[in-house]
Structure formats: C-alpha cells, structure tokens
C-alpha cells in the first residue's frame, strides 16, 4: 500500500532546516549563492527570450501575409511552443526564488522553546480516519503519533468500517483494528511504567529536603541529572528493541523503522549524551526544573491515550461514505459531555446533562486537531513544531 510520506517530509525538512549554531552562517552563505545563482537563470532566461522573439520571430512576422496558410500555422505553432517551455522554466524559477527567500528568513524554534512546549503546550488531539486499512498500516500510523514528544495529546482512531461486517474477513479485520489501541498501551506499560518510577523519585528526593540540603544540592542534581541520562539511554534501547523485530517486508515498513522508531531513539540517546556533557561541565549545570520537564517529555511519548470512535455505531450520526463527516461527527463532540442511548433497537449518541449523569462520557476539547490519514507517519518532534508554527 503507497505510504503517504507528506508529513514526514515537512517535520524531516523541519529538522534539518535547524542547523548547529555554528553551521548557520555556512547555511545562509549556501543559501544566498544559491539566490544570487537563480535570478541570474531567471534574468538570463527573460533575456534570451526577449532577443529570441527580436531576431527570429519579430522578422518572421512581417512574411505571414506573403507566405500563406502553411507560413501562418509555423509562426503560431513555433512561437506558442517556445514561449509554454519559457514558462514553464520562468515558473520553475520563480517557484525557487520564493522557497530560497524564506530558507533564509527561516529560524528554527530554540530547543529550549520546544522542551517546554512539549510539557506546557495546549491541548492537541490528533484524529486517524481509516476504512478498511489494513491492521498492521494502522498500527504503524497510531505508533507515530503516540510516540509523539508532547504532553497534551490525545489520538483517536475514526473507524468508519461497518460496525456489524457479514463477511468473516471483515469481521476478523474490524476486531483486530479495535484491539489497537489496547494492544499499542500493553507495548508501552513497561517502560512507561519505569519512567514513571523514576519521575516519582526524582520528586520525592526533591521533597526530602535537610538541613544540609544547601551542601548536597549540586550533587542531588548531578544524580538527577545522571538518572535521567540513563533513563534517556534505557528509552532508547528499549525503542531499537521495537525496531529490531519489527517485519521488513515493504519500503514502507523500513521507513517506519528508521524516521519513526530509530528517530525517536536517536533523539534520546541524544538527550543522554547532553546531559552527561553538562555533568562532566560542558555547559551549564542541569537544574532541578530540567530533569523533571526531561521525565515528563519522555513520559509524555509513551503515555499517549489512544482510543477508537465509529461513528456509524449511532443512528443519529452522518453516515455520509467520505472522510470529511467521519472526521466531521467526531469534532462536533469536542468538549461535549454524551452519553449512548437505545431506541427502538437503534444507537444514539446524545448530549448529557453532566459528567455526573450515567453513562455520560467526558470528550476533551482541545486548541488544535491535527488530521492523520490511517497510511501516513508522523517523525516524533512534528506534533510539538506544528503548535510552535500556530502559536
């Protein structure tokens, strides 16, 4: 199945459009030889059109009343050929002036921004509309946007399949697709389980202040820089493990591996290696206020709440056969308290009065919803960098 890459190419680009401090000035100089380069094309372009239409065709034209039919359709057919492919070209140039101006005026969000979002950002949910996907391409989709570094997220996969299937490989499909999301957390609980033990002792140390607390500040934090550092390391052993028993069968299943999974890793081994920098004083010391906004990023990519929706389940929602009411029907219960009531046989979903109600059901609302189709990926940094761009 063709894997739509769009959104790992605008975050993989994103990325790599944030250059090391010290490489920025390599960049723009890169970037300001290749601007100077293309208006040259394009005013060498312009040019050697205008003195083509001067001296070939300018001359030709006064021979038309001479030189009949045949001379007519050769001016008109010669001329309209040259100018399409001089516009084309002319388009093309203009289309890379444009890219190469804001390359340049492009500045990549500082990191310190980003950990910050990542923790403190408004609410995100991230909606993956699939009929009849394939149950292991679905998988591979809800990992990436788990697996996102950002707090405040929810996923929810928009199921627009039948919900009652007659044919048995329906069925079989419908069930496994259901069993996703509970499948995708039992993968998770064990290390998110760890660094969440590690937070909590990270704050309970912090709480168990002495009267020689003063003394041994710098060296708890050292610790606590450490311990996090390892958690970091363990992450990112933890993830290559997925990746190693993962099925490599398409070109997309190794694209899963390497910008999904093995991005994630890389970017914890990262992290890591920092951390134990500053620790040996390579940089400022890492603060109590770091190591606890380093757990909760962590922990945030692996406790992601994912759930399923089918909207086709409820008599008194669209069941229009396109994407847009299946994404539609569930945006319109954000932030709304419902709850499923049966009549005449039939399902509905209706408005509660309040949480309190029974069987009502709570649907956060959130600042921004972010659309994934069910065969896309998403790299790990790209939820946090798309709010960044709106904020």
């Known amino acids: 199945m063709a894997r739509n890459a769009a959104a790992i190419d605008l975050s993989a680009h994103e990325a790599r459009a944030a250059p090391f401090p010290g490489r920025r000035d390599d960049t723009e100089l890169h970037v300001t030889k290749e601007l100077w380069f293309t208006r040259l094309c394009l005013l060498a372009t312009v040019s050697s059109f205008g003195t083509f239409v001067v001296t070939a065709l300018a001359p030709r034209a006064s021979e038309i009343g001479t030189g009949g039919l045949a001379s007519v359709v050769w001016f008109v057919m010669f001329g309209a050929l040259v100018t399409f492919l001089v516009y084309g070209n002319v388009v093309h140039q203009l289309c890379r002036l444009g890219h190469l101006r804001r390359l340049r005026r492009h500045r990549p969000a500082p990191p310190e921004r980003l950990r910050d979002l990542a923790v403190e950002g408004p609410p995100v949910v991230v909606l993956v509309p699939s009929f009849k996907e394939e149950t292991a391409v679905v998988r591979q989709t809800l990992l990436s946007a788990v697996l996102q570094e950002y707090d405040d997220m929810r996923v929810v996969l928009l199921v627009d399949d039948p919900p009652t299937p007659r044919d048995a490989a329906d069925r079989r499909l419908l069930e496994s697709v259901r069993a996703l999301p509970r499948d995708i957390d ?138 847009a009411m299946n994404l539609n029907s569930y945006i319109g219960l954000l932030g709304g308290v419902w709850r499923e009531v049966r009549r005449e046989g039939e399902l509905h979903l209706e408005r509660a009065a309040d949480v309190s109600s029974p069987g009502a059901v709570h649907v956060p609302d959130a600042a921004f919803v972010v659309t994934l189709d069910a065969d896309s990926l998403l790299v790990p940094d790209y939820v946090v960098r798309l709010v960044d761009l709106m904020l």
């Not at 389980?193 to 710098?218: G, I, M, N, P, Y």
């Not at 996090?228 to 398409?250: F, G, Q, Y």
């Open 186 to 323: 039992a993968l998770l609980s064990h290390q998110r389980e760890r660094v969440r033990t590690a937070l909590d002792d990270h704050r309970e140390r912090q709480l168990a202040r002495t009267s020689l607390w003063s003394k041994l500040v710098a060296r708890r934090r050292q610790a606590g820089a450490m311990a996090l550092a390892a958690a970091h390391e363990e992450t990112a052993l933890w993830l290559e493990s997925i990746a190693a028993t993962e099925p490599m069968v398409t070109h997309t299943d190794a694209l899963f591996v390497e910008q999904v999974l093995l991005e994630a890793a890389r970017r914890n081994r990262e992290a890591a290696e920092e951390l134990l920098a500053r620790v040996l004083g390579a940089g400022p010391p890492v603060s109590s206020v770091e190591i606890d906004t380093g757990y909760r990023r962590m922990l945030a990519s692996l406790s992601c709440e994912i759930s399923v929706f089918e909207r086709k389940r409820f008599e008194n929602l669209s069941h229009e056969p396109n994407k």
